[in-house]
């Protein structure tokens, strides 16, 4: 049997189990509603399309999501957009709630989650189970990790990635590995993490991707389950306790030629979830989610066309550096260096710079955003303006460490309700070329002569 016949074999015998039941309670009010694997990234993807799409492109049809944390949006969007996976000739799509079946509890960790389905993953009866993080930004042909497994013939093999040590100290697992790849240490999180040898600055990170023997993993599920104070974590608890035992072997996802780190982003936080944005405009030959040879399958395009245009006389449209989602109207307004996802709409002189904007997010005559994380559905009010960090946090807006903005509809109407003349004054600005300007038009009345009522709604500086 040639080594491509072998690996369609080893890939129809693997079960894929993809763990999106994570809370994401460091991306504050945008996991308030829903769970971090269906967070909006780019302008038509969930971040869990990617994991499932690397499942796709790399021929795995046999695939179960187990869900958790606020899923009901994330159900929606796994049956909306694939559930058509089940009507692939020997293809399997499941969704697996957390359901209580042992001792009326939620999934504990990982290996818990894993262990509440062991019935359903018995049933299956795979050689292989393949357990994925679903709420990473990465593109990985999965075969490559199998490949691995099965030549080196281990018993649990886990991807890991090349990243600089401060990144990953307190944030991610990081293990050492022996130069034939078999794991002689590892620790979940650790404050000093070990660096390699070659490249003192990195270390060897996990990227919460694991392929297990599934005879080995039903020994280690059960063996877990009987010890009342583990976290029944994979990271924390089942591999540490493994690697002398059994043959534990690390996978170094690299780029297919090999000079280079590949694209991975543990998007946990505002600000990585912000960079990575950026990312999609500034690293597209990293990370290119429209590249034919390896698509990330996002949404179905069911939305209207981009429209922009230029209805004022005002200001006229000046896009730089901007990636638009379907059904997006933009009239008369800047957008440099920014992300705009599915149907927004940019009123006329709006200045948008560096932002990332998900869903259904109006911007309004004359507002301008820098920096700033705008939630699904908000409603920016006309010549609302947010470029300061300071004054941002002072009005009640959530601020990262790195002077990103989070605006959600909530923290808006709270702040539009306070009638604070100092902050949020109610007359016009001065903010496309020469002129001053209402939200019916330009006037060349001194401000003081405007009525009021031509302001449109109040704005925020």
């Known amino acids: 049997m040639n080594v491509?016949?072998?690996?369609?074999?080893?890939?129809?015998?693997?079960?894929?189990?993809?763990?999106?039941?994570?809370q994401g309670s460091r991306l504050d009010g945008l996991t308030e509603m829903r769970a971090k694997p269906v967070l909006e990234f780019g302008s038509h993807c969930r971040i869990i399309d990617f994991p499932l799409s690397n499942c796709v492109n790399s021929g795995l049809n046999q695939i179960a999501v187990l869900t958790q944390y606020k899923s009901q949006c994330l159900i929606r969007h796994l049956m909306n957009h694939w559930g058509r996976l089940n009507s692939n000739v020997g293809g399997c799509f499941d969704v697996l709630p957390a359901s209580q079946q042992n001792d009326q509890s939620w999934y504990q960790g990982t290996a818990d989650a894993c262990?509440?389905?062991?019935?359903?993953?018995?049933?299956?009866?795979?050689?292989?189970?393949?357990?994925?993080?679903?709420?990473?930004?990465?593109?990985?042909?999965?075969?490559?990790?199998?490949?691995?497994?099965?030549?080196?013939?281990?018993?649990?093999?886990?991807?890991?990635?090349?990243?600089?040590?401060?990144?990953?100290?307190?944030?991610?697992?990081?293990?050492?590995?022996?130069?034939?790849?078999?794991?002689?240490?590892?620790?979940?999180?650790?404050?000093?993490?070990?660096?390699?040898?070659?490249?003192?600055?990195?270390?060897?990170?996990?990227?919460?991707?694991?392929?297990?023997?599934?005879?080995?993993?039903?020994?280690?599920?059960?063996?877990?389950?009987?010890?009342?104070?583990?976290?029944?974590?994979?990271?924390?608890?089942?591999?540490?306790?493994?690697?002398?035992?059994?043959?534990?072997?690390?996978?170094?996802?690299?780029?297919?030629?090999?000079?280079?780190?590949?694209?991975?982003?543990?998007?946990?936080?505002?600000?990585?979830y912000w960079r990575a944005h950026l990312d999609l405009l500034n690293n597209r030959d990293m990370l290119n989610f429209t590249d034919p040879a390896w698509p990330i399958w996002g949404s179905a395009f069911a939305n209207s066309p981009v429209e922009i245009t230029n209805s004022s006389d005002l200001a006229k449209c000046d896009i730089k550096q901007v990636l638009i989602g379907s059904g997006c109207r933009l009239d008369s307004c800047s957008v440099t260096q920014s992300v705009l996802s599915t149907n927004c709409k940019i009123d006329p002189c709006a200045v948008i710079e560096r932002c990332v904007l998900l869903p259904d997010?109006?911007?309004?005559?004359?507002?301008?955003?820098?920096?700033?994380?705008?939630?699904?559905?908000?409603?920016?009010?006309?010549?609302?303006?947010?470029?300061?960090?300071?004054?941002?946090?002072?009005?009640?807006f959530t601020v990262t460490p790195k002077g990103i903005v989070l605006v959600t509809q909530k923290v808006l109407d709270t702040l539009i309700d306070k009638e604070q003349p100092d902050v949020m004054p109610k007359h016009i600005l001065k903010l496309c070329g020469d002129e001053w300007l209402t939200a019916g038009g330009k006037t060349n009345q001194p401000l003081a002569e405007v009525p009021e009522k031509e302001t449109g709604r109040r704005s925020a500086s």
């Open 115 to 272: 262990f509440q389905n062991i019935a359903y993953i018995k049933g299956k009866a795979p050689k292989y189970v393949m357990i994925l993080s679903g709420d990473h930004v990465y593109q990985m042909d999965y075969r490559k990790l199998l490949a691995t497994h099965v030549n080196n013939n281990a018993d649990m093999t886990v991807s890991c990635i090349e990243v600089p040590t401060k990144n990953a100290a307190k944030q991610l697992g990081v293990l050492s590995a022996a130069r034939d790849g078999r794991i002689t240490a590892f620790a979940e999180k650790p404050d000093t993490p070990h660096a390699l040898i070659d490249a003192p600055d990195y270390c060897l990170a996990s990227m919460g991707n694991y392929v297990v023997n599934a005879d080995v993993l039903y020994s280690l599920l059960e063996k877990d389950a009987k010890v009342a104070d583990s976290a029944h974590d994979f990271g924390k608890n089942v591999i540490p306790s493994i690697i002398q035992q059994h043959r534990v072997f690390a996978h170094r996802f690299r780029d297919p030629s090999g000079d280079q780190i590949p694209y991975w982003r543990d998007v946990g936080t505002l600000d990585s």
């Open 4 to 22: 491509e016949a072998d690996m369609q074999t080893v890939v129809k015998d693997t079960l894929v189990l993809v763990l999106a039941g994570g």
């Open 361 to 396: 997010v109006t911007v309004g005559f004359g507002a301008k955003l820098e920096n700033v994380i705008v939630d699904k559905g908000v409603n920016i009010p006309a010549e609302f303006v947010l470029n300061d960090k300071d004054i941002a946090q002072q009005q009640g």
